[in-house]
C-alpha cells in the first residue's frame, strides 16, 4: 500500500490526514525500522507493507466505533504501538494508555512518543493482570490486535472497561479460537458487532468484535497475560 492508496483507503473509513499526521506516521516508520535492527518489533518491516499491516490495519477499529467522541483508550499487549500509538497520531482527542510486559518495547515507544512531541499518552512496562487489579473500570475503550484468544482477552479488558464502555480486539481469523460466550456472560460483557471483511490488496481475513460493559465485573486472573505471545494475523 502505497502512500497514495493509504490516504484514499482511510477516507472509506471517515479518515482524511493532516500533512502533521502523514508526517508523524512517517517518522514512526523510520523509528520503527531503525529499532528494528536491535530489537525484535516486527516481521514487517517494507514501507508499503508496513502502512497496509499496521497502519492502515489499526485503523480499521473505526469501522466500529467513532473515536472522535472517545475519551481514554487503552491497549493491551501493545508491543511496537498497534494499534494504540497509530490511534493516538490521527485521534489526538485520545487519551491513550499502552501496556506491555516487555521494558524494551516501552522504551522503544516513549522513544517515539518523545520524538512526536505526543501528549496524553503514556506507555507503561506492566503485567496486564497485575494493572487490571490497580487500574479497574478507568477506560472507555480497551483494544488488542493480534495478542491472544478472545476469550482470554476478555477476562483481563473486562476489568479495565468502564461501565458502558467497550473492549474492541482486532483479530484475523476466528476459526480456531474457542468460543467466548461463556466468558461474556461470566464477565457482564455483550458482543454488540462483530465486523468480517478483507484487508485490502492481500485480502486477508479480518475480525472486529466489539463488545460492551454491562455492569460491575469482579474478576480473579488464572493465567498470566504476559506469558500470552503476540499471534500474527
Same mark, same amino acid.
Given at each position: #500500500?502505497?502512500?497514495?492508496?493509504?490516504? /484514499?483507503?482511510?477516507?472509506?473509513?471517515?479518515?482524511?490526514?493532516?500533512?502533521?499526521?502523514?508526517?508523524?506516521?512517517?517518522?514512526?516508520? /523510520?523509528?520503527? =525500522? @531503525?529499532?528494528? +535492527?536491535? #530489537?525484535?518489533?516486527?516481521?514487517?518491516? @517494507?514501507?508499503?507493507?508496513?502502512?497496509?499491516?499496521?497502519?492502515?490495519?489499526? %485503523?480499521?477499529?473505526?469501522? =466500529? !466505533?467513532?473515536?472522535?467522541?472517545?475519551? $481514554?483508550?487503552?491497549?493491551?499487549?501493545? &508491543?511496537?504501538?498497534?494499534?494504540?500509538?497509530?490511534?493516538? !497520531?490521527?485521534?489526538?482527542?485520545? +487519551?491513550?494508555?499502552?501496556?506491555?510486559?516487555?521494558?524494551?518495547?516501552?522504551?522503544?515507544?516513549?522513544?517515539?512518543? @518523545?520524538?512526536?512531541?505526543?501528549?496524553?499518552?503514556?506507555?507503561?512496562?506492566?503485567?496486564? /493482570?497485575?494493572?487490571?487489579? $490497580?487500574?479497574?473500570? !478507568?477506560?472507555?475503550? =480497551? $483494544?488488542?490486535?493480534?495478542?491472544?484468544? $478472545?476469550?482470554?482477552?476478555?477476562?483481563?479488558?473486562?476489568?479495565l472497561v468502564k461501565v458502558g464502555g467497550?473492549?474492541?480486539?482486532?483479530?484475523?481469523?476466528?476459526?480456531?479460537?474457542?468460543?467466548? /460466550?461463556?466468558?461474556? &456472560?461470566?464477565?457482564? #460483557?455483550? %458482543?454488540?458487532?462483530?465486523?468480517?471483511? %478483507?484487508?485490502?490488496?492481500?485480502?486477508?481475513?479480518?475480525?472486529?468484535?466489539?463488545?460492551? +460493559?454491562?455492569?460491575?465485573?469482579?474478576? +480473579?486472573?488464572?493465567?498470566k497475560f504476559s506469558d500470552m505471545k503476540?499471534?500474527? %494475523?
Amino acid at each position: #500500500m502505497n502512500l497514495n492508496s493509504f490516504i /484514499e483507503a482511510l477516507k472509506e473509513l471517515n479518515i482524511t490526514l493532516t500533512d502533521q499526521q502523514l508526517d508523524e506516521l512517517e517518522q514512526y516508520y /523510520e523509528l520503527l =525500522v @531503525e529499532y528494528n +535492527k536491535v #530489537m525484535n518489533l516486527t516481521g514487517i518491516t @517494507e514501507k508499503e507493507e508496513v502502512y497496509l499491516k499496521h497502519f492502515y490495519d489499526s %485503523l480499521t477499529i473505526c469501522r =466500529v !466505533i467513532d473515536l472522535s467522541k472517545v475519551n $481514554t483508550l487503552c491497549d493491551i499487549g501493545t &508491543g511496537a504501538g498497534f494499534p494504540g500509538l497509530v490511534l493516538k !497520531i490521527v485521534f489526538p482527542n485520545l +487519551k491513550v494508555t499502552l501496556v506491555d510486559s516487555l521494558q524494551k518495547r516501552i522504551n522503544f515507544l516513549n522513544v517515539v512518543i @518523545e520524538n512526536l512531541g505526543l501528549n496524553d499518552i503514556e506507555a507503561i512496562h506492566y503485567r496486564i /493482570e497485575d494493572y487490571g487489579i $490497580t487500574h479497574r473500570e !478507568i477506560f472507555d475503550v =480497551v $483494544t488488542a490486535r493480534a495478542v491472544a484468544a $478472545t476469550n482470554v482477552l476478555l477476562e483481563y479488558a473486562s476489568a479495565l472497561v468502564k461501565v458502558g464502555g467497550y473492549f474492541i480486539p482486532l483479530k484475523g481469523k476466528l476459526d480456531s479460537e474457542p468460543s467466548f /460466550e461463556n466468558a461474556c &456472560g461470566k464477565l457482564n #460483557m455483550v %458482543l454488540e458487532k462483530q465486523d468480517t471483511f %478483507l484487508l485490502p490488496i492481500e485480502n486477508s481475513s479480518r475480525n472486529i468484535l466489539k463488545f460492551k +460493559k454491562e455492569k460491575i465485573t469482579n474478576i +480473579k486472573y488464572p493465567r498470566k497475560f504476559s506469558d500470552m505471545k503476540k499471534k500474527p %494475523l
